[in-house]
């Protein structure tokens, strides 16, 4: 079921703050099928977005399509969506099969029926053998899979996550997002992830659509958006470690960090703001930027080299090279930077300058 959002908006009236407005003009198309990981930092309108696809929130502004189906106006029981929240949300007296049989009540689902459709949403989510347990005899990520039965039982048109993981310490987190993935792929149901962590979306999403103060920033395939960022607001989001940054500029169609020439670009002659990710140094005597190394960290393959930046006072920069070149703490290197790693970003806007 695609999922169509025209120019969604939604202001709040805070009786202290005034007016806020969570999502502004919010234009996007998720196509049937897939999975989109809705990302930003907190409180850039994820939740809002999610809860006015879900019918919970009313917008202020703006159109909601499922398929051809304007649902702007629809009651969240009648849009067919299945919702999944951070507290799971499970009802401690229940069994984890009452549970996920609970939706199936109000819909007066005969109970043999229900009994099998629980039976087979829990073994899809592979807690099978655990109908009979209280959700407090459950792990963080068992019950969150009763959470997601739950939400699949009534074969919703829509699925949709909110922070679903945050809850879950980092080896469950991992487990869990990768069995949604699983999930998602076999009931092939158009799914909203939100999150703020963007390496979980980064490797859950078929597309990302990252937003930033209610307004959407960029949308794409992940690795696209990793590649080839639209501002800087989105260089610095994604990416760990995060891109580094210099102050410099552009002179005769050269990129200048200070005064090594580092790269081209065809432009008028101005201060930018220059992104390079970590993996985009390389060593060679050829270049002209020259650093000393402070510290060095080596992990298995890599070696990360933490450097003095040369255009910002009292801050590092990350340059990840091959283990093999033994460097050390107060070698002076010279850095190559690869074209593909490298943006220019306008200093006053952020906009990529091409
Ligand atoms: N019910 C509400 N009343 C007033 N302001 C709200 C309400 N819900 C969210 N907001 C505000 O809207 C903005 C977006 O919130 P939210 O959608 O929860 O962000 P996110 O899920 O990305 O962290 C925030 O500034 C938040 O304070
Ligand atoms: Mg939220």
Redesign the pocket.
């Known amino acids: 079921m695609e999922i169509k959002l025209e120019m969604l908006t939604k202001v709040?009236d805070?009786k202290e703050k005034g007016l806020?407005t969570?999502?502004d003009k919010l234009d996007i198309t998720i196509p049937s099928g897939k999975l989109i990981g809705l990302l930003?930092?907190?409180?850039?309108?994820?939740?809002?977005?999610l809860y006015m696809i879900a019918g919970l929130l009313k917008p202020t502004e703006g159109k909601i399509y499922f398929g051809d189906e304007n649902v702007t106006d629809i009651p969240p029981e009648d849009r067919g969506i299945g919702l999944v929240f951070q507290n799971y949300a499970l009802y401690p007296h229940m069994t984890v099969a009452q549970n996920i049989m609970f939706p199936l009540e109000n819909l007066k689902v005969p109970k043999a029926e229900a009994i099998e459709r629980a039976q087979e949403m829990a073994d899809l989510v592979g807690i099978g053998e655990l109908m009979d347990r209280k959700p407090k005899q459950l792990s963080g990520g068992q019950q969150q899979r009763v959470a997601i039965a739950r939400a699949l039982v009534k074969k919703p048109r829509v699925l949709l996550l909110d922070e679903p993981l945050s809850n879950l310490d980092a080896r469950l987190r991992l487990a869990t997002r990768e069995e949604i993935k699983r999930i998602q792929r076999e009931t092939g149901i158009t799914t909203v992830f939100?999150t703020?962590d963007q390496e979980e979306a980064m490797s859950i999403s078929d597309e990302i659509v990252l937003?930033e103060l209610?307004i959407k920033q960029q949308v794409g395939e992940p690795q696209d958006v990793y590649d080839k960022p639209d501002n800087l607001f989105v260089a610095k989001f994604l990416g760990t470690p995060p891109i580094n940054l210099f102050d410099g500029h552009i002179k005769d169609g050269k990129i200048m960090i200070g005064d090594a020439n580092i790269g081209q670009l065809k432009t008028d002659d101005k201060e930018v703001i220059v992104g390079i990710r970590p993996e985009g140094f390389s060593l060679t005597e050829r270049s002209s930027l020259k650093v000393e190394v402070d510290l060095v960290e080596t992990i298995g393959r890599d070696t990360t080299l933490i450097i003095e930046n040369p255009t910002r006072k009292g801050e590092t920069f990350r340059a990840i090279v091959d283990a093999e070149k033994r460097i050390k703490p107060g070698d002076k290197i010279k850095l190559n930077v690869k074209p593909t790693k490298l943006f220019v970003f306008e200093k006053d806007t952020g906009e990529l300058v091409n």
């Open positions: 709040f805070n806020t969570a999502v930003g930092p907190s409180g850039c309108g994820k939740s809002t977005t939100v703020h937003m209610g």
